[in-house]
C-alpha cells in the first residue's frame, strides 16, 4: 500500500530555517517522482520542488530557488525539503506526493494532477 506521511511543519520566524520529511512506503522510489507543494488558504496548490528519480531531473519554481533543497535518504526512503531563508509569503501547508514510474525532463513544470499519491500535508507558518 503507497503511503506518503510528511513530518518537519512549525511555526519559524522570517529568515529561520525547518526541514519537511517524507517518508514513503509501498513502492520504489528509484521508479518514481515525488514532488512538494504548498497551499496556502485561499490559493491554488503550487509546485515548488520535484525530484524525479529515474530521469535525475530537479525541478524548483522561482519563488523558492535558491533557499529550498530536495534531496533523498535512500536508507529510509525518506525525501526531505530543507527550507532556508523563510518568508511570511512561504506560510502554507505543503504536502508531498508521488508518482510511480514518472519520469521528468529539463522543462518540466509540476501540476497536482500529474501526481496520484499524496501525504496529509504539513503547516509551515513563518512569522515573527
Known amino acids: 500500500q503507497v503511503q506518503l506521511v510528511e513530518s518537519g511543519g512549525g511555526l519559524v520566524q522570517p529568515g529561520g530555517s525547518l526541514r519537511l520529511s517524507c517518508a514513503t512506503s509501498?513502492?520504489?522510489?528509484?521508479?518514481?517522482?515525488i514532488g512538494w507543494f504548498r497551499q496556502a488558504p485561499g490559493k491554488e496548490r503550487e509546485g515548488i520542488s520535484v525530484i524525479s528519480f529515474r530521469s535525475g531531473s530537479i525541478y524548483y519554481s522561482d519563488s523558492v530557488k535558491g533557499r529550498f533543497t530536495i534531496s533523498r535518504d535512500n536508507a529510509k526512503n525518506t525525501v526531505y525539503l530543507q527550507m532556508n531563508r523563510l518568508k511570511s509569503e512561504d506560510t502554507a501547508v505543503y504536502y508531498c506526493?508521488?508518482?510511480?514510474?514518472?519520469?521528468?525532463?529539463?522543462?518540466?513544470?509540476?501540476?497536482?494532477?500529474?501526481?496520484?499519491?499524496w501525504g496529509q500535508g504539513t503547516q509551515v507558518t513563518v512569522s515573527s
Open positions: 509501498g513502492f520504489d522510489l528509484d521508479y518514481s517522482a
Open positions: 506526493a508521488a508518482e510511480i514510474g514518472f519520469s521528468t525532463h529539463r522543462d518540466y513544470t509540476p501540476a497536482p494532477n500529474d501526481f496520484g499519491w
